[in-house]
């Protein structure tokens, strides 16, 4: 009871203190905090990342090594994000269109419920704590995507919370039906505890679950943004300021995908070898493919790295399918690292230029060059080109896919990254080169690209670092 | 054929939710929506009283306080505060859409017993008959009206549908997840609330079939 205290008691802090405090201190004392965040939850939960298979925190709540893994890639995008943010406020003020007080306040107020609630995403071991909390998430989000105050906003925000609210709603009917499941042709009690579902998966009504997995996968599919369920995504993530789309994209878009995953594991013991496997790695590839044609043809520089979101969920969606645990978590590590920087580095690039058009923008080599050079990267990084991390959880995802005899599937994924590498490098390389025409000096480039540079490092090293092997091979599954 | 009360009583909800397919007036859709909820507020209480489950009397409680009674009084304070009466169109004329309704509550019942699992099991059909006509109503309103306000009702007529289901089917989930649902629930009707003032301030309307600006 104590950790989980500990785990929690720093956001929630956080977002009471941020809405009285003066907002200049609120500013720098959001990422002191939240990077102090990072290290407890890295000392709390160290007996699972040393090899405590899970960790029981109170009835309902407790935490595996997948959960570990993620909870700490959350906690570090967002410690990123309100770094980078605090930069991201003081170039809005040096160019002249300061936000309100106000708007800051709660900016800063939601940040840290949203940070809250993902914590609890991860602790859930409950399958109706996990829908509370992944709802939560929509919620303490819906004032970031709303925090420009414009009509843009306005829309993005009331279509990210009807569409959320209600896909998520079938998430709790799917709910309802695995709890029916546990009641109906088993002696035990009826549960809604996915370690205790996962213990007796042999004993549940199999049809229920099947029908419960299916609304879940919709439900949070809609929250992750599955083709074609995702029409809320570009929206929010386009008209949101750079560090909540990047949280949306980075850390938001992990949790529902973490719950697919964890409904997912369920109906993995209960029958291995099931169709429904099939399904989500279907499920996986037609997103994939959509969201590389759809790629093909943006305007909007932020909407071409949410579709490019959309695109990586797809890929996770079929590791999911693949029933490959840590394949699921290299390409989530990869893809957050590489679309936070990108999402930050936009962030940059549009305030300094004016405009989120991508045919108005040009000429950021000549403007300049390090961010130049930083998005290259990041946009190699993330369609998954080689030497970056996301090039080995691709190739792991195709090897295993074709080894499990689903070469179909590989076929068109492969045909589908290609088409999504030429896309986002096509639209990149005109907004990298041509000539220049602002000055972007007054925009400190050297203090706008640090975080997005060690981001950047991160999945170079991953990739660099990282065996085929290990992620293809024995460590297949883990719960 | 003879209905249990509970049976009775969650066909009942099942009706109140087809009526507030009947009318475009907002504040009769939010009197009927109160009606609906109190009605399975009264099946969760019946099925507390033959179970002896004390803590489904707690839930019926919670549900008649908080979605039968306070919901509807927020979203009634908005409606008069942002001064619009009557949704301002249905994509299907509102008799139209009630009688559809009243299909789909026929069609609920023929697939109530198609649902893999409950096969064979006749005593929960009139509850998930119920419970998926809600369901669908919901679905329906959502689809077919065009104010904001009644996307909101949509949703908590839906979410009643799941929440008559799991009352009905599996005689209501754990305390705390009930408990954690009223609340997110009530969280997201107050925060659509608000949204719902700033649509109305910078669009000055509340017509969501207008929200198009965003697109590729």
Redesign the interface.
């Known amino acids: 009871m104590n950790e989980l205290l500990y785990l929690m008691i720093l956001p929630a802090a956080l977002a009471l203190i941020s809405l009285f405090l003066e907002v200049k201190l609120t500013r720098k004392l959001v990422p002191i905090v939240t990077w102090w965040q990072l290290a407890i939850v890295a000392f709390v939960l160290h007996p699972c990342l040393q090899g405590t298979e899970r960790m029981q925190f109170a009835s309902g709540l407790a935490i595996d090594k997948m959960g570990t893994y993620f909870i700490l890639l959350t906690t570090f995008v967002v410690s990123c994000c309100v770094t980078h943010a605090d930069y991201f406020f003081a170039a809005a003020e040096a160019a002249g269109d300061a936000y309100a007080d106000r708007s800051l306040r709660l900016f800063y107020a939601s940040v840290n419920l949203f940070l809250l609630a993902m914590t609890t995403v991860f602790l859930c071991d409950n399958l109706g704590y996990l829908w509370i909390a992944i709802e939560a998430t929509t919620l303490s989000s819906a004032p970031l995507v709303y925090f420009e105050r414009n009509k843009f906003a306005l829309e993005a925000t009331w279509k990210y919370l009807i569409v959320c609210s209600v896909g998520i709603a079938f998430a709790l009917l799917g709910t309802v039906f695995i709890f029916a499941a546990s009641q109906r042709g088993t002696p035990m009690e009826p549960t809604l505890n996915i370690s205790e579902l996962i213990t007796h998966a042999q004993l549940l009504n199999f049809p229920l679950l099947r029908l419960g997995f299916i609304f879940c996968l919709i439900g949070y599919g809609t929250k992750a943004g599955i083709f074609p369920l995702h029409t809320w995504l570009p929206d929010a993530h386009a008209e949101s300021p750079a560090p909540a789309s990047a949280m949306l994209s980075g850390a938001l878009l992990n949790c529902a995908l973490f719950g697919i995953w964890k409904v997912a594991s369920i109906i993995n013991a209960a029958q291995p070898h099931s169709h429904v496997h099939q399904l989500v790695a279907v499920l996986g590839t037609v997103t994939v493919v959509a969201a590389s044609l759809l790629l093909l043809r943006q305007h909007n520089f932020k909407r071409l790295w949410a579709y490019s979101s959309v695109e990586n969920v797809g890929l996770m969606v079929f590791a999911i399918g693949l029933g490959s645990g840590p394949l699921f978590f290299l390409q989530a590590l990869n893809h957050s690292l590489a679309k936070v920087a990108l999402f930050l580095l936009t962030g940059n690039i549009i305030q300094a230029s004016g405009t989120k058009k991508l045919n108005k923008m040009h000429g950021v080599i000549e403007d300049c060059p390090i961010w130049a050079g930083l998005l290259a990267l990041a946009a190699f990084a993330v369609t998954g080109a080689p030497p970056f991390g996301a090039f080995v959880a691709e190739m792991s995802m195709l090897s295993l896919s074709m080894s499990d005899g689903r070469w179909i599937l590989a076929l068109i994924m492969t045909a589908a990254i290609a088409i999504s590498f030429v896309a986002i490098l096509a639209h990149v390389g005109k907004v990298i080169f041509g000539s220049g025409k602002q000055g972007f000096k007054s925009f400190q480039p050297a203090r706008a690209s640090i975080i997005p540079a060690i981001l950047v490092l991160g999945t170079l090293v991953l990739g660099v670092g990282l065996n085929t092997e290990v992620w293809s091979g024995s460590w297949s599954v883990i719960r | 054929m003879v209905l249990d009360t509970f049976e009775a009583l969650a066909m009942l909800a099942a009706i109140f939710g087809i009526l507030i397919l009947g009318t475009t007036h907002l504040r009769t859709n939010l009197s009927f929506y109160s009606l609906h909820t109190t009605a399975i507020a009264a099946v969760t209480a019946w099925i507390a009283n033959i179970t002896h489950d004390s803590h489904l009397y707690l839930v019926a409680a919670a549900v008649f306080a908080i979605k039968a009674w306070v919901i509807p009084y927020f979203l009634n304070t908005v409606i008069k505060k942002i001064g619009i009466g009557t949704d301002s169109g249905a994509f299907i004329a509102a008799p139209l859409s009630m009688h559809l309704g009243a299909l789909l509550l026929g069609l609920s019942y023929v697939i109530s017993l198609q649902?893999?699992?409950?096969i064979g099991?006749p005593d929960s059909r009139i509850g998930s008959t119920a419970a998926m006509s809600i369901?669908f109503s919901g679905v329906l309103l959502?689809l077919t009206r065009r104010a904001?306000i009644s996307?909101i009702v949509?949703?908590l007529v839906?979410?009643n549908g799941?929440y008559l289901?799991?009352v009905t089917?599996?005689h209501g989930?754990?305390l705390?997840?009930e408990m954690?649902?009223l609340l997110?629930v009530l969280?997201?009707v107050m925060?659509?609330g608000l949204?719902l003032f700033?649509?109305k301030k910078?669009?000055e309307h509340i017509d969501?079939s207008q929200?198009t600006?965003?697109k590729?």
């Open positions: 649902i893999p699992g409950l099991d369901l959502m904001a996307q949509g949703f839906i979410e799941i289901f799991a089917q599996t989930m754990p705390m997840v954690g649902l997110e969280v997201a925060v659509a949204l700033n649509i910078s669009f969501v929200l600006e965003l590729d």
